[in-house]
C-alpha cells in the first residue's frame, strides 16, 4: 500500500512517525496547516478511515516490512555469493593440493615466487635443500635463501628479470650461492621461468644443489666425488 503513496504523503507520515504536530509538519514542509489536512484526507482514502496514529502505525508497520524484505532479499544473495566463493575457493584449493602433490614428486628443489620476491609455494625438496621446516618456507623473501652480502644485488637482478621475463635454462647460473636456514653457503644452479598472473608475474625457480656428493668406494676403497650436475 506505501508504493500508492506521493512522495509528499511519505514526507508527512515520516515526520508524523518522528513525533512531529501538523504545525511542525506545515513548517517542516513549507506548506499550509490547511494542506498539511488535505494531505492526511488522501492518505485516509488509501490506507482507511483510521485516525493520525493508526495512519503512523501502518505506514510504519509496512516500511518495517519492506525493509526486513529488502534485508532477507541481501541476504540470500549474500549467502549465495559466499557459497559460489566456497566453492570457487574449494576448487582453488583442490587444485592447488594436486599441484604441490605433483611438485613435490619432482627430483629438484622448486619455488614459485611472486613479483615481489616472497615465496608462494615451496615442494619438499626446497623444504629439506634449504633447511626449513615444512611450510616455513611459505611468505618468506627468496633473498633470505642467499648470503646476505648478494642481497642487495639480487633484488637487481630479480627487478630487471622481472621487466625482462625471459627462460633461464639449468646451468646458466653455476656461481650462484645460496644459504640455508642455518646459515650454511652451497652453489646451485637455477632454471627460472616467468608466468603472467591477474596479480603479477609468478616466477618458477627450479633449483639444483651443485655441492659434490660422495660416491661410493671404489676397488681401491678410496672415496670418489661425483662431478656436480648441470
Known sequence: MEDALSHRE????????????????????GISLATVGTYWGRIRIK???????????VYLREAA???????????????????????????????????????DTAPDAILLVN????????????????????????????????????RIQ?????EDYNTEPVKRRMGEHLATMAQRKDGTLFRMATALSAT???NGLLITCIIRDLTPKLSLPDESGAESESAPAG
Open 10 to 29: 511519505r514526507q508527512l507520515l515520516g515526520l508524523a512517525a518522528q513525533g512531529f504536530t501538523d504545525n511542525a509538519i506545515a513548517r517542516e514542509l
Open 115 to 150: 613479483q615481489d620476491g616472497l615465496i608462494e609455494l615451496a615442494n619438499e625438496q626446497a623444504e629439506e635443500m634449504f633447511g626449513y621446516e615444512s611450510g616455513e618456507l611459505l611468505g618468506i623473501s627468496v633473498e633470505d635463501l642467499i648470503p646476505m652480502e648478494m
Open 196 to 198: 603472467p598472473t591477474p
Open 47 to 57: 490506507f482507511g478511515p483510521l485516525n493520525r496514529t493508526e495512519l503512523v502505525a
Open 65 to 103: 516490512s519492506r525493509t526486513i524484505q529488502t534485508l532477507r532479499t541481501e541476504n540470500e544473495r549474500l549467502i549465495n555469493d559466499l557459497s559460489e566463493h566456497a566453492k570457487t575457493a574449494q576448487m582453488l584449493r583442490t587444485s592447488l593440493e594436486l599441484f604441490k602433490g605433483l611438485i
Open 154 to 158: 639480487h633484488i637487481s637482478y630479480r
